[in-house]
C-alpha cells in the first residue's frame, strides 16, 4: 500500500438522446448545473458538466435501467414504460425515487380508423397486436380477458396495421400526430407515462452525502412528492 487514496469517479448520470435529455438539461440548470457540449455537435458518449463532480453517460434509452441496475451509472433519467419493461423488473439494485414530470405521454390500444375494436374484443376474435411494449400489452390483455397474439416489434409499430402485420399497436401517444397521420386512431388508454429519475441502489448508501443534494435538486426542480 502506498497510501495513497483511490480517486472515486464523479457521480454518472445516465440520459438518453432526444426528450429524456432535453428535458432534464432546465432541471440540471435549476440546480445550478450547466451542460457545456452540444449534443447534437459532439459524437462523445462522456459528457462533463459545471460539477466536476457530476458527469452524464449517453446510452439508449431503453439501456438506462441496465447502467443504473449494474452501477455503472448511480442515477438515470427512464421512462415508467421502459421501467415496466425492464427485466429482471423486481431486481434489488435500483431505486425509483422521484417522478420527474417530463417526457409525458399516454400508452395506448390504437387500430386503423375503421376497424370495430369493440366488436372484435366482445366477438372474443384473437387479435394481433404488435408493440415493443410487450409485458405491458400483455398485462392489459389479460387483466381484460381477451387472448392476444402479441408480435414485438423495436420500432414504426403504427406501420404493423397498415400492411396485415397485426390488428392493433400497443404505442406511446403525446400529440397524437403520428396515429392520425397513418390513420390510425387510439381506442384504449393503458397507461400515463412520465420519467423517473432511478438510483442505484447500493450507490445510494455508500455515496449518499453527495446524491442527496442532487437528489434533492430534482425533487425541487420537479416539483415532485417521492413516489
Ligand atoms: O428512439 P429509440 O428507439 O432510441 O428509443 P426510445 O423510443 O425509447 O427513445 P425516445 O427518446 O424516443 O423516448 C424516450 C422516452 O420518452 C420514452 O421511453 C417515453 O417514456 C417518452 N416519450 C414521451 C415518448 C413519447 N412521448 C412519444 N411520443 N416516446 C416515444 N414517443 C413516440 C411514440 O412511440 C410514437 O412513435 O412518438 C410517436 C408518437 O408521438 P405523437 O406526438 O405523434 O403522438
Ligand atoms: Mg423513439
Do not use: W
Amino acid at each position: 500500500m502506498n497510501g495513497r487514496l483511490q480517486a472515486r469517479p464523479p457521480i454518472t448520470l445516465a440520459l438518453s438522446k432526444g426528450r429524456i435529455f432535453d428535458e432534464t438539461l432546465p432541471l440540471l440548470a435549476d440546480a445550478g448545473i450547466e451542460v457545456p457540449d452540444d449534443l447534437e455537435a459532439t459524437r462523445k458518449l462522456i459528457l462533463p458538466t459545471s460539477d466536476p463532480d457530476l458527469r452524464i453517460i449517453i446510452v439508449r434509452a431503453s439501456d438506462v435501467p441496465t447502467y443504473v441496475q449494474y452501477g455503472a451509472a448511480d442515477l438515470g433519467v427512464a421512462g415508467k414504460d421502459v421501467l415496466n419493461e425492464h427485466q429482471p423488473r423486481h431486481s434489488g439494485g435500483l431505486y425509483q425515487p422521484i417522478d420527474l414530470g417530463i417526457a409525458r405521454c399516454r400508452m395506448c390500444v390504437a387500430v386503423p380508423v375503421g376497424f370495430d375494436y369493440e366488436a372484435a374484443v366482445y366477438q372474443g376474435a384473437r387479435l394481433r397486436v404488435a408493440t415493443k411494449y410487450v409485458q405491458a400489452a400483455r398485462e392489459h390483455f389479460a387483466a381484460k380477458g381477451v387472448h392476444v397474439d402479441i408480435i414485438k416489434l423495436y420500432g414504426s409499430m403504427e406501420l404493423a396495421p397498415l400492411v396485415g402485420l397485426a390488428d392493433a399497436i400497443v404505442d406511446l401517444v403525446s400529440t397524437g400526430g403520428t396515429l392520425k397521420a397513418n390513420n390510425l386512431t387510439p381506442v384504449e388508454d393503458i397507461a400515463t407515462i412520465s420519467s423517473r429519475l432511478i438510483v442505484n441502489q447500493a450507490a445510494l448508501k455508500t455515496r449518499r452525502e453527495r446524491l442527496e443534494p442532487l437528489l434533492d435538486a430534482f425533487r425541487r426542480a420537479s416539483g415532485s412528492e417521492d413516489v
